[in-house]
Every structure is written in C-alpha cells, then in structure tokens.
C-alpha cells in the first residue's frame, strides 16, 4: 500500500505520454479542431495536456454550472480565445493540469517519505491558480495590444470609408490585410455576427461589450450613433482615430514620467549597494593592512 501513490504516478505519466503521442498521431477532430485557433495563443507547457483534456471534457459535458460558465466565457472572451474554447473546455484543461499537479506531488512524496496530504493540495491549487493566472495575463496583454493598435487600424478604417467602402467591405479589408492580433480577431468576429443576419451597429456594440475595453465600446457607440442619426462615418471614425492617437500620446508621456520613479529603487537597493562595495572593499583592505603593519 506504501507504493501506491508511487505506481499510481507512474501509470498516470505513461498514460499521459500516451495520450499524448495518440493526439499527435490522430488529432482527434471533436476537440483539435474548434482548438486549432487558439492552440497557437497557448503557452506550449500547456499543450500537452490536451489529451487528458479531451477525456475530462467527454465526460463533463455542459455539467457545469450557468453562473461559472457565463463568468469563465466572460474571461475567455476578454482574453481573445472564445471562439475556439468554450467554458467547458477551459476548464477540463486546467482540471488536467490540476490533476497532473496532483501526481506529481505524490511522487515527490514518495521519494521523500513524507504525509501526501498538503503537498497534493498545494500542487493541485498551484497549477489550478497557475491556469488562471495565465488567462489574466492574456487578457491584460490583449487590452493593451488593443489600445496601442486600436489608432493606425482606425486609420485605415478611415481611408477604406472615405474611400467609398461600406463599414463591412472595410473591415473585410483589414481582416485580410492585418497580421494576427486581437484587433484583427474583433474585426472578424464582427464580421462573422454582421453575416448571422445581426445590424452592423449592433455587431460593433455586442462584440466590444464582449471584449470589454473602453475604447471599443467608445467606437461602437459612435458608429451606433452615427448610422442611428445619419452622420458621416468617416467623419465619426477619423474623429475617433485623433481621439485615440492623442490619448496614446497622453498615455507615452505618463510612462515616460513614471520612468525615473520606477528607476529608484533599483538604483537604491542593487546599483548604490554594489557601489559602495566596490569602492569600501579595496579601501578596508588597505586600512586593515596598514592596522597589520
């Protein structure tokens, strides 16, 4: 019974191995291919685990409950992964990784003859808050690629209109002409509401509410308000595009002046102190000498 843990251990790697190597091989269309999109936007840590994924998603199905799964699709959708990973997906994925987490603890705790029951709560906990600590990160990351690219794609938005394109044509446009980027992704999943039979306003409105960035949901306001009271488009989006260019000016300066504060403590805590050493060490050196002499 002592072993236990240890065999245990052992058949779950092999069996991850397995699982593994069969995804590889097989690429199992019912998961791997709605994940194909986001697989590219993963840590390749993850990637691994979309085996054992796999299984838990089959066996979990649409059990979870409504008020988790609309708050994990929020974050997902915040994050740019919604349309290739569901609630259900996301979260037999960290249950995976959770659960690998898991083994390896009691492996430790085989090796090292030591109780199993903190360290398999603290490995499980660790690797579960690891998963969402990562999609934190993704979403921070996808709002600031948006506010730093949100003005040259208006920009270009703004040369399509005025150029005689429709609202769609343009952003059929810069879908295919943008590299890949969370802008690029809104862009297309406006698109992809406009062709389910949804108004052009509210495709703009619903997908920035979903992303949940201001400056989306200031341009989406404007463009509803603009084809709501017959205004110019390509007036609104180039008004839009100067507001944008300016608050990002704003923003640089605010950086730029927060720098030497930042600054501060490395100097004083790691540049100051090396200094100081290398300047006391010859000097004590010499005075303890001269005490010798």
């Not at 991850?16 to 097989?26: C, G, Q, S």
């Not at 930042?262 to 200094?275: A, D, E, Q, S, Y």
Request: with cysteine; net charge positive.
């Amino acid at each position: 019974m002592k072993d236990l843990p240890g065999i245990a251990s052992l058949w779950f790697l092999c069996g991850l191995a397995a699982a593994t190597v069969a995804h590889r091989l097989f690429r199992d269309r019912r998961l791997a291919e709605p994940l194909a999109p986001a697989l590219a936007r993963w840590p390749f840590a993850m990637r691994p685990f979309l085996g054992p994924a796999r299984i838990i998603c089959g066996l979990l199905g649409n059990r979870l409950p409504s008020r988790y799964g609309a708050w994990v699709t929020r974050r997902l959708e915040k994050a740019d992964l919604h349309p290739g990973l569901d609630a259900s997906q996301w979260t037999s994925l960290c249950g995976s990784i959770a659960i690998a987490g898991v083994f390896a603890a009691w492996i430790l705790t085989y090796l090292f003859r030591t109780p199993a029951t903190l360290p398999v709560l603290v490995f499980s906990a660790a690797a579960w808050l690891g998963c969402e600590r990562w999609l934190s990160r993704r979403i921070r990351d996808c709002e600031r690629h948006i506010v730093r690219d949100l003005p040259p794609y208006l920009d270009l938005f703004t040369v399509c209109v005025e150029a005689g394109s429709t609202l769609t044509a343009a952003a059929r446009f810069i879908v295919e002409q943008a590299p890949e980027g969370p802008l690029r992704n809104y862009f297309d999943r406006v698109l992809r509401e406009v062709r389910s039979g949804r108004n052009r306003a509210q495709a703009f409105v619903r997908v920035a509410d979903a992303y949940g960035v201001e400056c989306l949901s200031a341009l989406a306001s404007a463009l509803a308000h603009a084809e709501a009271a017959g205004m110019s488009i390509g007036q609104v989006l180039r008004t839009q595009a100067e507001q944008r260019s300016a608050e990002r000016f704003v923003r640089a300066e605010r950086q730029a002046m927060q720098a030497p504060v930042k600054m501060l403590g490395p100097l004083i805590f790691c540049i100051f102190p090396c200094t100081f050493i290398i300047l006391a060490v010859p000097i004590a050196h010499r005075l303890m000498e001269a005490f010798r002499t």
